[in-house]
């Protein structure tokens, strides 16, 4: 395979990256990228950038990229309100905001609980950026994007997972902040630089038309060549997807005896 990095860690082959996660995980849906900007000017001077004509949540936004092809730049004036522009850093996590009173009596029991809901989302520090753009990766628009947003099955996922850890080791661990899933996938991606997995929640699956059976993986573009390169050493293994079902009631020493010997 060809080498996707080129003269330094910011320029990449974003066509071959793509190919590269196809040609080993056959994803379903568009990888896609997002980046924050300090000013809407900034953003603007994106090739062909689409705004909205109407106001949607960022699961939408998202969507518009992955599902559609579509490169989307927003401010938060184009969201549906603070719940969603807080999470990428386009509103402050005001006091408003940390009550959860919009939750309370729909996502959670009590004020209590939505305001700790409120308080255990992972988002991006207010007072840097003012706009927003998605665009799907091989597109190079966004060069580069501050995180990747790659949706897969869970059969898929573990594989990915499983290239990213197949140098420099460690073990990943995630939360769920259960409804607003998107602070455990970009919030956090955006806010801390690493590898952030989430279960999209309803409104992800609702309103941004999420597959019932795909998870997010949110992280900086850094990680893609690395991931890839895992990713054809456990094909050389015979650790590839589609992984083949071997039968619950067949012998499994003649399976794993072609891994491990």
């Known amino acids: 395979m060809s080498e996707v990095i080129a003269t330094d860690l910011d320029t990449y082959d974003w066509p071959e990256l793509v190919n590269g996660l196809n040609r080993y995980l056959r994803l379903r849906a568009t990888p896609v990228g997002m980046k924050l900007f300090a000013s809407e000017e900034e953003m603007m001077a994106i090739p062909r950038l689409r705004r909205p004509k109407a106001i949607h949540a960022t699961d939408q936004i998202v969507g518009q990229a992955c599902r559609n092809g579509w490169t989307v730049g927003i401010t938060a004036d184009d969201l549906v309100g603070a719940q969603c522009s807080t999470v990428i850093g386009l509103h402050p996590r005001s006091p408003e905001w940390l009550s959860g009173d919009r939750m309370a009596g729909v996502w959670y029991a009590d004020q209590e609980n939505a305001k700790a809901h409120q308080e255990a989302m992972d988002v991006v520090p207010y007072g840097t950026y003012q706009a927003m753009a998605v665009s799907p990766l091989a597109s190079g628009r966004l060069n580069p994007p501050d995180i990747c947003l790659i949706y897969?099955?869970?059969?898929?996922?573990?594989?990915?997972?499983?290239?990213?850890?197949?140098?420099?080791?460690?073990?990943?661990?995630?939360?769920?902040?259960?409804?607003?899933?998107?602070?455990?996938?970009?919030?956090?991606?955006?806010?801390?630089?690493?590898?952030?997995?989430?279960?999209?929640?309803?409104?992800?699956?609702?309103?941004?038309?999420?597959?019932?059976?795909?998870?997010?993986?949110a992280l900086p573009p850094r990680f893609l060549p690395k991931i890839i390169a895992g990713l054809e050493a456990l094909s050389r293994n015979g650790l590839r997807y589609p992984i083949a079902p071997y039968g619950v009631n067949n012998d499994v020493r003649a399976g794993m005896g072609v891994s491990y010997g």
């Not at 197949?166 to 990943?172: A, C, N, R």
């Not at 607003?180 to 630089?193: E, F, V």
Request: glycine share 12%; hydrophobic share 40%; aromatic share 10%.
């Open 152 to 217: 897969a099955t869970p059969a898929q996922m573990i594989l990915f997972i499983n290239g990213l850890q197949w140098t420099g080791y460690k073990k990943l661990e995630w939360g769920c902040v259960g409804e607003s899933a998107c602070a455990d996938s970009w919030g956090r991606a955006l806010a801390t630089g690493e590898p952030s997995l989430s279960i999209p929640c309803f409104a992800e699956r609702r309103y941004g038309g999420v597959m019932e059976d795909e998870l997010l993986m």
